[in-house]
């Protein structure tokens, strides 16, 4: 029942809240990158360039390359210890540790029964979200065992991104916005008004729209406008209330500030 209740809750989320969200100017660091893939809590930079993924701190630099798979279709580090490369022409997932070193792959073309996956994200232990393109549903995969764990319902159009944490997962579709557990169920379905991009930060996301980003609390079932200057948005995510925007070759962070 209070599952049923917060699906209701959240359904019809078009009004926009009259609070905004300000943001304070941190800094601008130049940069060339395909992806800007996460930046963790010690100010690390995990981004893909053509085939290469790297990773910067600041006294070690790390990358990796895979020339016979080619260019990284997305990356996730979400899990430092785990991070994972898609490469969607070869449909098949690498995990890396956190020194970039390969220790898992897997080839789904070679798994019975076959997965066509377009968009995969990072689960709790040893599993990845995958969106499976011709059952059209979301799995959570075990990679040491090869096993689905948990299985959405199918989806009834095109997806356009996806997003996770250890215990729920954002599955973004161009009529819908799933949110689900970590045992497959759907906690909310929300109609997509135009939302074309999503990142996650501690169960809150942040969400794209017409070049503007907005906020949508894990309590609530408003969006919050995050007041910016103006930007041309290629990508953003976010990291303990630092909003990373990368635009122009340049990322650029800005602290939330709530009012």
């Keep these: 029942m209070k599952s049923l209740l917060y699906i209701s809750f959240l359904f019809s989320i078009a009004l926009f809240s009259q609070e905004r969200i300000t943001t304070e100017v941190v800094g601008t660091f130049p940069i060339k990158a395909d992806q800007i893939t996460h930046i963790d809590n010690f100010g690390a930079l995990f981004y893909t360039v053509g085939t290469t993924f790297y990773k910067k701190e600041d006294n070690q630099n790390y990358s990796y390359s895979n020339v016979q798979l080619g260019a990284i279709t997305s990356a996730n580090a979400f899990n430092p210890l785990k991070i994972n490369l898609f490469y969607k022409k070869f449909n098949t997932v690498l995990i890396l540790d956190n020194r970039l070193s390969d220790i898992y792959r897997v080839n789904f073309s070679a798994i019975q029964p076959y997965k066509n996956i377009t968009?995969?994200?990072?689960?709790s232990d040893n599993t990845i979200w995958?969106?499976?393109?011709?059952?059209?549903?979301?799995?959570?995969?075990?990679?040491?065992?090869?096993k689905t764990r948990a299985t959405t319902m199918p989806v009834e159009s095109e997806v356009l991104d996806l997003t996770s944490n250890y215990n729920y997962?954002?599955?973004?579709?161009?009529?819908?916005?799933?949110?689900?557990?970590?045992?497959?169920?759907?906690?909310?379905?929300i109609k997509n008004d135009g939302f074309i991009q999503i990142d996650e930060d501690n169960g809150n996301l942040i969400i794209l729209k017409d070049?503007?980003?907005?906020?949508l609390s894990k309590k609530t079932s408003q969006l919050i406008p995050i007041h910016l200057p103006e930007l041309l948005i290629k990508q953003f995510l976010v990291t303990n209330e630092s909003l990373y925007i990368y635009s122009d070759e340049t990322l650029h962070q800005f602290q939330l500030k709530f009012i």
Excluded: R
């Excluded at 009529?175 to 906690?187: M, P, Q």
């Design 119 to 123: 968009h995969i994200s990072t689960g």
């Design 130 to 146: 995958i969106f499976n393109q011709d059952t059209q549903h979301l799995e959570l995969f075990d990679y040491k065992t090869n």
């Design 169 to 189: 997962s954002w599955l973004l579709t161009e009529k819908f916005l799933y949110i689900y557990n970590y045992f497959g169920s759907t906690i909310a379905k």
């Design 211 to 215: 070049q503007k980003l907005y906020f």
